[in-house]
């Protein structure tokens, strides 16, 4: 069958790129949406592009690894829609486009796994409510993303499909447990995707992978038929590029839901118009707080971007205050919940939705059905008997704990607090993740908006994190909605770029050839913009009879300034013939090899002292 459907693809691909010059590669939902009404593009077409990224992207070339299945209908269902179009019109502005959901949200039409072997084939008896409000606006559902698994966790790894990359530097992880998610709206592998958030993980993603990402107001939209890490805690929704493309997913998510309790709140309330609310904010006038212990703590890089863009708003015209809330750190390590529900909610859950095979926890424990970087996590929660004392007074310390935090809010007269959401960048793969900043709005129940407020010096997303007042989550994305059409903060990662005619981008290739002062050098190189490397081979002829004792790669500061910049790579040493290697690139490296401003540079008797250069290009 996968063969089958690939063959199909391929089919399509040259079609569905010759039928206009309409590119999903970046696109916002308004771009796709006016395609569509203007009959430059068709859903289908689209359906076939964005699977043509995650053919090139997601299992070749940076092989992200963000996608657990593809939806074997969606190709029918956006001709279905496109007839529906033709005929009635759009439902939405939704209508036709492709979205990617993490997995997991129940969908009947596929597995929902949570990214484990334990459920790789379970199929729940209904979708999840915010499933079935986008497929009723028209959305396509067509792919199924990784996770960490159950969501317990933030570098996005899992029994199912393993490790997933982090497209801005495939050495290291994409945030989590929304990762997956993250990962491939990052790479447009769908024009916006679902995560969720118990602790972080949508707003973690959101901020390593240079997207924007509400946890809402805790039962600002149901949670119904998502599978639960912890009740209290687990919020649910979308992950986006622009924070016009999350109102417009925010706005069809909403609402009260009788299969969720925490939805009541809705009851007598008027429902929030985030995209009508979008550009109503008068920045003059407004007060952040700046929650000074959580930037101190922050690497420097995340502290100095998050400073940058404060001082931005306060150009203008916003107060920034300096606040902090009493007794935090005592009020976070008292309130947390998923200790004492996981065990719990997900053995319900699997009776709820009838899973066949696997009955609870202790079945998925007992098999060995999980990945070793949850072992520690389930194998404590398997045989935990709740305690009712120690979790009532955790439900205690989070009354407490949002009473403090509206105390800060309402004594300074804010409009939101500023802190990082995680204080440090994206760890390479296999190593742990520290600096999470979760806590706050999870256990307290209030909306946390993260947004990208920049990049560090090697080129990895920063994130910057709004908390508001209960309920305030239209105004929170107002906030930052300016900041992000003035500076442009939106940058796509390096290696999963526009597609040529439906293939990824060619390696590029260099031959070199150095003679000089008796030196008799080759080399070939290979630009790969998918992996972002450069890959060398290098070696002295027969007719060399210099002692060359080094050969470097340096970079030209600017077209057209001197040559003088400092060695970036060495490649071959004293006393050796011959070398190969493998160079990671950083942002500037890349940039000056796209302007051809890197140089070879060797070091022999007879060549002037400080090296005789040679252009690489």
Same mark, same amino acid.
Request: hydrophobic share 40%; proline share 6%.
């Given at each position: 069958?996968?063969?089958?459907?690939?063959?199909?693809?391929?089919?399509?691909?040259?079609?569905?790129? !010759?039928?206009?010059?309409?590119?999903? #590669?970046?696109?916002?939902?308004?771009?796709?949406?006016?395609?569509?009404?203007? =009959?430059?593009?068709?859903?289908?077409?689209?359906?076939?592009?964005?699977?043509?990224?995650?053919?090139?992207?997601?299992?070749?070339?940076?092989?992200?690894?963000?996608?657990?299945?593809?939806?074997?209908?969606?190709?029918? %269902?956006?001709?279905?829609?496109?007839?529906?179009?033709?005929?009635?019109?759009?439902?939405?502005?939704?209508? =036709?486009?492709?979205?990617?959901?993490?997995?997991?949200?129940?969908?009947?039409?596929?597995?929902?796994?949570?990214?484990?072997?334990?459920? &790789?084939?379970?199929?729940?008896?209904?979708?999840?409510?915010?499933?079935?409000?986008?497929?009723?606006?028209?959305?396509?559902?067509?792919?199924?993303?990784?996770?960490? /698994? #159950? &969501?317990?966790?933030?570098?996005?790894?899992?029994?199912?499909?393993?490790?997933?990359?982090?497209?801005?530097?495939?050495?290291?992880?994409?945030?989590?447990?929304?990762?997956?998610?993250?990962? !491939?709206?990052?790479?447009? #592998?769908?024009?916006?995707?679902?995560?969720?958030?118990?602790?972080?993980?949508?707003?973690?993603?959101?901020?390593?992978?240079?997207?924007?990402?509400?946890?809402?107001?805790?039962?600002?939209?149901?949670?119904?038929?998502?599978?639960?890490?912890?009740?209290?805690?687990?919020?649910?929704?979308?992950?986006?590029?622009?924070?016009?493309?999350?109102?417009?997913?925010?706005?069809?998510?909403?609402?009260?839901?009788?299969?969720?309790?925490?939805?009541?709140?809705?009851?007598?309330?008027?429902?929030?118009?985030?995209?009508?609310?979008?550009?109503?904010?008068?920045?003059?006038?407004?007060?952040?707080?700046?929650?000074?212990?959580?930037?101190?703590?922050?690497?420097?890089?995340?502290? /100095?971007?998050? /400073?940058?863009?404060?001082?931005?708003?306060?150009?203008?015209?916003? /107060?920034?205050?300096?606040? $902090?809330?009493?007794?935090?750190?005592?009020?976070?390590? =008292?309130?947390?919940?998923?200790?004492? $529900?996981?065990?719990?909610? %997900?053995?319900?859950?699997?009776?709820?939705?009838?899973?066949?095979?696997?009955?609870?926890?202790?079945?998925?424990?007992?098999?060995?059905?999980?990945?070793?970087?949850?072992?520690?996590?389930?194998?404590?929660?398997?045989?935990?008997?709740?305690?009712?004392?120690?979790?009532?007074?955790?439900?205690?310390?989070?009354?407490?704990?949002?009473?403090?935090? $509206?105390?800060?809010?309402?004594?300074?007269?804010?409009?939101?607090?500023?802190?990082?959401?995680?204080?440090?960048?994206?760890? #390479?793969?296999?190593?742990?993740?520290?600096?999470?900043?979760?806590?706050?709005?999870?256990?307290?129940?209030?909306?946390?908006?993260?947004?990208?407020?920049?990049?560090?010096?090697?080129?990895?997303?920063?994130?910057?994190?709004?908390?508001?007042?209960?309920?305030?989550?239209?105004?929170?994305? @107002?906030?930052?909605?300016?900041?992000?059409?003035?500076?442009?903060?939106?940058?796509?990662?390096?290696?999963?770029? &526009?597609?040529?005619?439906?293939?990824?981008? &060619?390696?590029?290739?260099?031959?070199?050839?150095?003679?000089?002062?008796?030196?008799?050098?080759?080399?070939?190189?290979?630009?790969?913009?998918?992996?972002?490397?450069?890959?060398?081979?290098?070696?002295?002829?027969?007719?060399?009879?210099?002692?060359?004792?080094?050969?470097?790669?340096?970079?030209?500061?600017?077209?057209? @300034?001197?040559?003088?910049?400092?060695?970036?790579?060495?490649?071959?040493?004293?006393?050796?013939?011959?070398?190969?290697?493998?160079?990671?690139?950083?942002?500037?490296?890349?940039?000056?090899?796209?302007? $051809?401003?890197?140089?070879?540079?060797?070091?022999?008797?007879?060549?002037?002292?400080?090296?005789?250069?040679?252009?690489?290009?």
């Amino acid at each position: 069958m996968r063969l089958v459907f690939t063959l199909l693809l391929f089919s399509l691909i040259g079609g569905a790129y !010759a039928q206009s010059g309409f590119d999903v #590669f970046e696109s916002s939902i308004t771009e796709i949406q006016t395609a569509l009404e203007q =009959g430059e593009t068709t859903s289908t077409a689209l359906v076939v592009q964005y699977l043509a990224r995650i053919q090139a992207y997601d299992k070749q070339g940076p092989a992200l690894n963000s996608i657990i299945r593809i939806n074997p209908a969606a190709l029918e %269902l956006a001709a279905s829609l496109d007839a529906e179009r033709e005929a009635s019109g759009a439902r939405s502005l939704l209508h =036709g486009i492709p979205i990617v959901v993490k997995d997991n949200y129940n969908t009947v039409s596929m597995p929902t796994t949570g990214g484990s072997v334990a459920l &790789a084939n379970f199929r729940p008896t209904v979708n999840a409510t915010q499933v079935d409000k986008l497929i009723a606006a028209g959305a396509i559902i067509l792919a199924k993303t990784n996770l960490h /698994e #159950f &969501a317990y966790g933030i570098t996005t790894v899992s029994s199912l499909l393993g490790q997933t990359r982090n497209p801005y530097d495939i050495r290291r992880v994409p945030g989590g447990s929304s990762g997956g998610t993250g990962a !491939a709206i990052a790479a447009s #592998f769908g024009a916006i995707g679902l995560g969720s958030d118990t602790c972080g993980s949508i707003r973690i993603p959101s901020a390593f992978n240079n997207l924007i990402g509400l946890r809402p107001s805790k039962g600002l939209s149901s949670i119904y038929g998502v599978m639960p890490l912890s009740h209290t805690q687990d919020v649910a929704g979308p992950l986006a590029r622009s924070a016009e493309d999350l109102a417009i997913v925010l706005d069809i998510v909403k609402g009260y839901d009788p299969n969720d309790e925490a939805t009541g709140v809705m009851n007598g309330r008027d429902l929030p118009g985030f995209l009508e609310q979008l550009g109503s904010i008068d920045l003059n006038g407004l007060r952040i707080g700046k929650l000074g212990s959580y930037l101190e703590r922050a690497d420097s890089d995340v502290r /100095e971007a998050i /400073e940058a863009a404060l001082q931005w708003y306060q150009q203008q015209g916003v /107060e920034i205050v300096e606040v $902090e809330i009493p007794e935090l750190a005592s009020l976070i390590s =008292g309130s947390g919940v998923i200790g004492h $529900e996981f065990r719990v909610d %997900l053995n319900q859950y699997l009776s709820a939705f009838m899973s066949p095979d696997v009955h609870s926890l202790a079945d998925i424990v007992d098999r060995g059905l999980f990945h070793q970087a949850v072992r520690g996590v389930l194998t404590r929660r398997r045989g935990a008997e709740l305690n009712q004392e120690r979790y009532q007074a955790a439900l205690a310390t989070r009354r407490v704990l949002r009473q403090a935090v $509206e105390t800060v809010f309402a004594d300074n007269d804010l409009d939101a607090i500023v802190y990082p959401p995680i204080g440090q960048t994206p760890v #390479f793969i296999g190593e742990s993740q520290p600096g999470n900043n979760c806590s706050i709005a999870a256990h307290a129940g209030l909306p946390a908006l993260s947004m990208p407020a920049g990049f560090s010096d090697d080129g990895l997303p920063i994130g910057m994190e709004l908390l508001g007042k209960f309920f305030d989550d239209p105004r929170l994305l @107002a906030i930052a909605y300016p900041y992000e059409q003035a500076l442009r903060t939106r940058q796509a990662p390096s290696t999963t770029p &526009a597609l040529e005619a439906g293939l990824a981008p &060619a390696t590029t290739r260099v031959s070199l050839s150095f003679r000089r002062a008796g030196v008799d050098l080759d080399g070939g190189f290979e630009f790969d913009v998918l992996t972002n490397r450069l890959n060398y081979e290098l070696a002295l002829g027969a007719g060399n009879t210099a002692g060359v004792y080094a050969v470097t790669l340096v970079i030209e500061a600017e077209a057209g @300034a001197e040559l003088a910049g400092p060695v970036v790579l060495n490649m071959l040493g004293p006393d050796t013939r011959e070398a190969s290697g493998s160079y990671f690139m950083s942002p500037q490296f890349r940039q000056a090899f796209d302007e $051809e401003r890197v140089y070879l540079k060797v070091f022999a008797p007879g060549l002037p002292p400080a090296g005789a250069m040679q252009p690489l290009r």
